[in-house]
């Protein structure tokens, strides 16, 4: 089969290698489309855990074969993938908690992943796509799920005063999923002048350019006040710092943002506000249930997240343009 495979940072080809075969409780896909995301750049970038390497999990499919032990699914069923695996046996999955799994693997990451022609997952991953959804639009619902389970960390009310401080798919998918929650002022703050333009698409009750407008004189205008909660979406010390300094005393910050980078902080300032710090990571089950019937009821506009679609053939040029400029929000690739 083809696949793309990253050899290191910076390298990756299109390469022939076997087709998996799915073991006890696997399934092996048919992929159809699969996001680039983040988190796909990063190693791209900086080079997988594996050399030899497969990226790629934001992924919808058609069942092609059945492990044994595989019941209730049947070839050629439409599907997405949770590429979070959870075990469903440790105590956090028993409490929910199935992002914290502490046994947890993901697609793309610690398996092999669907930047290729096929890809094995395990059978409690999948969630069938409702016939009214496309494969390209079901393979923004990984992301959309991320946006989900993110605004569970904080306590929402439709005149909750919000700030989220970055506009790319995570950062819109949490927007979404604020209006669908019925939160009417959701004010985003971004650099990219398309991520704002979009943002306001999605249903922002305004945009914020942070090069050329000072943000908390911004909100005072805008809001009245600071916002009760700030959603930190983009991942960095200064942004995360931001949220901090921005949110409404007794506010809550929600940071998703995935950040690598040591952050200098005096917490005092945090203690005098009575700030609360929430952090989100991954998703469970029930974000991909509830996300899926958005899509399904037309809740959401997925042309507003995809900016192009490209073939798996052009994979490694693109990463490289990807990694160049950060002008594109999702890119979808038809494999």
Not at 221 to 243: C, D, H, N, Y
Request: charged fraction near 20%; hydrophobic fraction near 40%.
């Amino acid at each position: 089969m083809k696949a793309a495979i990253l050899l290191d940072a910076h390298s990756m080809i299109i390469e022939d290698v076997p087709v998996p075969e799915p073991g006890e409780g696997e399934v092996l896909l048919k992929a159809h489309s699969c996001g680039i995301c983040g988190t796909d750049m990063e190693f791209y970038e900086n080079g997988a855990y594996n050399p030899h390497w497969t990226l790629g999990h934001e992924c919808s499919a058609t069942v092609e074969k059945l492990g044994p032990g595989v019941k209730g699914w049947q070839p050629g069923e439409r599907v997405v993938v949770n590429d979070l695996f959870s075990c469903g046996e440790c105590d956090f999955c028993k409490r929910g908690l199935e992002s914290l799994c502490a046994n947890a693997a993901n697609l793309g990451i610690h398996w092999p992943g669907a930047f290729a022609e096929y890809t094995k997952v395990p059978q409690r991953a999948l969630f069938r796509l409702p016939e009214n959804v496309s494969m390209r639009d079901g393979a923004l619902i990984p992301t959309l799920a991320v946006g989900h389970h993110v605004i569970k960390q904080a306590h929402l009310e439709p005149d909750l005063k919000t700030l989220i401080i970055g506009a790319g798919p995570v950062g819109l998918s949490v927007l979404a999923a604020l209006k669908i929650a019925g939160v009417r002022e959701v004010v985003v703050s971004d650099i990219n002048e398309k991520s704002r333009r979009i943002a306001k698409q999605l249903g922002a009750s305004a945009v914020i350019d942070p090069t050329t407008e000072d943000v908390p004189e911004r909100l005072e205008a805008l809001l009245g006040a600071q916002p009760r909660v700030v959603f930190e979406a983009v991942g960095k010390p200064g942004t995360i710092l931001e949220s901090m300094d921005t949110v409404e005393r007794g506010g809550t910050v929600v940071i998703v943002g995935n950040c690598f980078e040591e952050i200098t902080v005096n917490p005092i300032t945090w203690i005098l506000k009575e700030i609360r710090i929430h952090a989100s990571q991954g998703t469970a089950s029930d974000d991909f249930t509830t996300t899926i019937g958005w899509m399904e009821t037309g809740r959401i506009d997925a042309t507003a997240f995809i900016t192009r679609t490209i073939s798996l053939d052009e994979l490694p040029g693109v990463m490289q343009e990807l990694s160049a400029q950060k002008e594109d929000i999702k890119v979808i690739v038809n494999i």
